[in-house]
């Protein structure tokens, strides 16, 4: 009886206080956040995502890392855009999910432009335009001037490969193409690695590789790189030039960052970037990351929602010219 009265005289006191206008303690949500991988286990970007979680675990309690590949990473991004807006849901917005496959794919689940609210982005990583080390000596080819003028005295002597039509490596090598006025056959590979291995077999004459894959090999002398794909050389091969130091203009990376459905309110939106944020700055964030080659690079909702539509439309342009279409 005096438990049930104690209960009843808490519940009336709050009453009363809501009533006064005084607001009602906020109930702590202790339901874990689902973060979507639109993309297998191992690679970069899930690999930067459990170390995120990891990070914001003491802020925002238990981060749930969930594997959603398929379709170029759609099947995942779909997941995120119909989600419910409440903040438990949130997921991986890459280059592929949100500037190549809208323009890649004819028919698209979700809208990159209208079914996201930005949270912050979290990484780029360089591409690399790579060729096997003893081939690029035989040919006489030690830099990315070599490689055109190579090209453009054997025309139609030249491939290259990349993980499969529309992917990051096919796109770089024909917006190079483009750009340096040269001429190279695309061998489409199922995958990075398969790419990259018949590169090292002589099977392609050069890659565009993502830096984190091609690293390995470049530092045994397997590979050697001629440039990097980003508008700044990158301070993983601080002695390797950019593809823009020869070709004004050029710059394609990779990058991704996190974003949740539309309609998520404001305030959860600020604390998931203030999380995630803090998280990214982190000495122990970045030295994790630098073993993957990933530079972290947190931003503001407002920036990194300028940033993705920037990128939007600059894709629209470069996937036109690849002339790749997926149905």
């Known amino acids: 009886m005096q ?9 009336a006191g709050a009453a009363s206080l809501a009533t006064a206008g005084f607001p009602l303690p906020a109930v702590a949500d202790t339901r874990p956040i689902r973060l979507v991988v639109p993309y297998a286990p191992g690679g970069p970007l899930d690999a930067t995502a459990r170390i995120l979680a990891t990070g914001v675990k003491d802020t925002l309690g238990v981060v749930i890392v969930d594997n959603k590949p398929g379709a170029g990473g759609n099947i995942g991004a779909d997941a995120v855009a119909k989600a419910a807006p409440d903040g438990l849901t ?15 794919y004819r028919s698209m689940p979700y809208d990159a432009a209208r079914d996201f609210a930005p949270v912050t982005q979290i990484a780029r990583v360089p ?4 060729m096997n080390a ?24 030249l491939n290259y490969g990349s993980g499969g039509s529309g992917s990051a490596g096919h796109l770089a090598g024909e917006l190079f193409k483009s750009q340096a006025k040269v001429f190279a056959v695309h061998i489409p590979f199922n995958g990075g690695s398969p790419a990259q ?10 890659n565009f590789d993502n830096l984190a894959t091609a690293s390995p090999n470049i530092r045994a002398g397997k590979l050697k790189a001629l440039a990097v794909t980003t508008p700044a050389r990158s301070p993983m091969l601080p002695d390797v030039p950019t593809v823009a130091e020869t070709l004004p203009g050029f710059a394609i990376d990779t990058w991704w960052g996190l974003v949740a459905p539309a309609q998520t309110p404001p305030d959860t939106i600020a604390r998931l970037n203030q999380a995630f944020v803090a998280a990214l700055n982190s000495a122990d964030t970045r030295s994790r990351f630098a073993t993957l080659l990933a530079e972290p690079v947190p931003s503001t909702p407002e920036a990194f929602g ?7 439309a600059r894709y629209q342009q470069v996937v036109k010219a690849s002339g790749a279409q997926v149905d």
């Open 134 to 157: 003893e081939a690029a000596k035989r040919l006489k080819i030690a830099s990315l001037p070599d490689l055109i003028a190579y090209a453009k005295s054997h025309p139609g002597k």
């Open 127 to 130: 591409n690399v335009l790579v």
């Open 197 to 206: 291995l018949a590169l090292l077999a002589e099977q392609v004459d050069f």
């Open 90 to 104: 949130i997921g991986l917005a890459a280059t592929a999910t949100h500037a190549v496959n809208p323009w890649l």
């Open 306 to 312: 300028r940033f993705m539509k920037q990128e939007l």
């Open 3 to 11: 438990r049930r009265h104690l209960l009843a005289s808490a519940a």
